[in-house]
């Protein structure tokens, strides 16, 4: 299989019963999705030998190139205090961030093309239970040629209570994968 782009990077806030979701939202136009599980690696001796093994799911690492992040997304992924700019122009939008701030958890979804046998198709994921930590705030100035300069938001991916952690579904038809994110995010709904 060759993965052949990235797009539609969806969000939606994991509600208190911690298995449904707010209403959701598009993050930003995706550029690079790092997904990494990590799995635990036990294992039990007995006689002389591994008589067990426990390769699970732990948790992941995500980490997500965008080619911006809002204001309002900023402060939703992170749990910061947001305030919209006013109507008549005289206060700016702004975040306020706090030691205090707690990161809610959010789902994550994204899809890209992939080819086997020369036939595309589409693969949805939906990661179920994130949560971010701040992101790197780095700026270089402008040099002899212009150097786009893009945010990278990191964090983990926890599983449910229901041991679930991602959801994956292929596709024939685009519009099919944004559906099924759309559904996963609550978009449109």
């Known amino acids: 299989m060759a993965k052949i782009g990235l797009k539609y990077l969806v969000a939606a806030k994991l509600n208190e019963d911690g298995t449904t979701y707010a209403k959701g939202f598009v993050v930003a136009k995706a550029i690079k999705a790092n997904i ?3 799995s635990n690696d036990v294992k039990l001796y007995a006689d002389d030998g591994v008589s067990e093994s426990d390769k699970s799911f732990k948790d ?3 980490s997500l190139n965008v080619d911006d992040l809002t204001q309002k997304v900023y ?18 939008e702004t975040v306020v961030a706090s030691a205090d701030d707690i990161a809610p958890y959010h789902g994550v979804g994204f899809y890209g093309r992939v080819r086997r046998n020369n036939k595309d ?3 949805a994921k939906w990661l179920k239970k994130t949560q971010f930590s701040e992101p790197n705030d ?3 100035t402008k040099g002899e040629t212009v ?5 990278t938001i990191e964090g983990t991916v926890f599983q449910m209570s229901d041991g679930t952690w991602k959801e994956q579904a292929e ?3 685009e519009a099919k994968a944004v559906e099924w994110l759309n559904k996963k995010a609550g978009i449109g709904a």
Do not use: R
């Open 75 to 92: 402060a939703d992924l992170l749990g910061h205090e947001y305030k919209a700019a006013n109507s008549e122009g005289n206060e700016p």
């Open 121 to 123: 198709s589409f693969l």
């Open 138 to 140: 780095e700026t270089d």
């Open 171 to 173: 596709f024939s038809d």
């Open 147 to 151: 150097t786009f300069q893009t945010p």
């Open 36 to 38: 990494t599980a990590n």
């Open 60 to 62: 992941g690492n995500i």
